[in-house]
């Protein structure tokens, strides 16, 4: 019976080096806002931690060997992602950043040697980004709602619709769009295909761009409100079969919410180190605020959260490493996902609470984390439509009782029970009236 709650020594090695890096290199790096973003902070910043951690056998690590990276399972990917997860910065140098990840994923699986040559390595190499355009303002991220269509004209399929959402679509080279093919299709999630599709080709036009949260101006943010008017791509822009966007976009979007979640861990344990730290900093008239009950429920409530939530996380990827079938996980992945907003907004609002004024203010991460929360309420399915789904994976091991009382009802249960020991309660019976006779006749 194998049943371990241990790392591997050597594994333990690397995660220990990405916790000094994080703390030493990473972090740092992370406060001087746009400057290493840019073209030349990237080069001057990014590029050299990126180089470190490909030298440590560590950049993009959820691919196989054949794409560069370690083909890790998702347990280590798990533990991996606890540590990067606490700082927005982290996966864009070990090249694991969203949607770039998922995007090339489907282009490894599905794409022809021309689409990944043009679009996977470049990918991979971090030298070019994608956006993941499939949402759209009228029905969101359901497809059988999707209005944007491609129609095969000669060798070339024209595409016109909007599209909201397209997360780095102001800085991405490709667009992985969605498109209806085959409105006429008798299987309706049959009728929806994906297309690689330049971000130069005339008529795609980013509406604006909008932020997340609150502030700042409007069309300054990094989700794209795109718009494709006549815009023409040949025949082999198509990803995959026609048709088949729906079965692609499941193995693009499994994946992709179990590694939110195995991040959102890390950024709660930021939120609850912060709050602990408070707590033994911060006094009041009556001492400090870790000797105050309310104060220690709220540090407690926060852990056992925590670790409920991570090791659900960390069964979850062992589940998949063991089964390789996202399929016969969907439960779990959509347990994790459910729970993982909830986790993260509870935390992050009692550490936010804890540090008082300033705890709401920008100067701390704090709404930013809250606002994040939600964001995983929203991103890659909502929370409703998860918890549907793990309802019915796990309502489809029950078979119905229709008799008029249910087989748990307990003076049933008594009946059968003394039916299946209708013996010994007869030789039981007996001997206590022996014992009766005994000690009357003593």
Request: hydrophobic share 40%; aromatic share 8%; charged share 25%.
């Amino acid at each position: 019976m194998a049943w371990d709650f241990e790392t591997d020594p050597e594994f333990q090695k690397k995660l220990d080096w990405i916790e000094d890096f994080m703390r030493e290199e990473v972090e740092p790096l992370s406060h001087l806002g746009m400057a290493a973003h840019g073209p030349l902070g990237r080069e001057k910043f990014i590029k050299p931690l990126q180089d470190k951690v490909k030298a440590q056998g560590l950049w993009a690590c959820h691919l196989g060997p054949e794409l560069g990276g370690q083909g890790y399972g998702q347990l280590k990917l798990g533990l991996m992602n606890e540590k990067l997860g606490r700082n927005g910065l982290a996966p864009t140098i070990f090249g694991c950043q969203a949607p770039d990840t998922g995007n090339a994923e489907i282009i490894a699986h599905y794409g022809t040697d021309k689409q990944k040559e043009q679009y996977l390595w470049p990918l991979l190499n971090g030298e070019i980004r994608s956006a993941f355009s499939m949402s759209e303002p009228t029905g969101g991220s359901d497809p059988l709602t999707f209005r944007t269509r491609a129609v095969l004209d000669g060798d070339e399929w024209v595409i016109n619709g909007e599209k909201w959402y397209s997360t780095n679509a102001r800085w991405a080279k490709v667009l992985v769009v969605y498109a209806i093919t085959d409105p006429d299709a008798k299987d309706p999630y049959r009728r929806t295909s994906i297309f690689l599709v330049p971000t130069d080709t005339p008529g795609v036009r980013i509406i604006r761009n909008v932020a997340v949260g609150a502030g700042g101006e409007i069309g300054g943010g990094n989700e794209g409100y795109v718009e494709y008017k006549d815009v023409r791509v040949p025949y082999d822009a198509l990803l995959g079969e026609r048709g088949a966007a729906f079965v692609i976009a499941q193995v693009r979007l499994g994946g992709g919410r179990v590694h939110h979640a195995m991040r959102t861990v890390g950024a709660c344990k930021h939120a609850l180190d912060l709050m602990c730290q408070r707590a033994v900093s911060r006094t009041t008239r009556d001492g400090r605020l870790a000797d105050l009950q309310m104060v220690q429920e709220q540090i407690a409530d926060s852990w056992i959260a925590l670790e409920s939530f991570r090791l659900l996380v960390l069964r979850t990827a062992w589940l998949i490493d063991k089964h390789k079938d996202y399929n016969m996980v969907r439960k779990d992945i959509a347990a994790i996902k459910v729970a993982m907003p909830k986790v993260y907004n509870d935390i992050a609002t009692k550490a936010a609470h804890l540090h008082g004024a300033l705890g709401v203010s920008n100067e701390m991460p704090f709404m930013h984390m809250v606002t994040s929360s939600l964001v995983m309420g929203i991103a890659d399915g909502p929370t409703e439509v998860h918890k549907v789904t793990l309802a019915k994976q796990v309502l489809k091991d029950y078979r119905p009782d229709n008799d008029l009382f249910p087989k748990y009802h307990i003076p049933r249960l008594r009946e059968e029970a003394q039916e299946k020991f209708s013996k010994e309660l007869s030789e039981m019976k007996e001997e206590y009236a022996r014992r009766a006779r005994d000690a009357a006749s003593a």
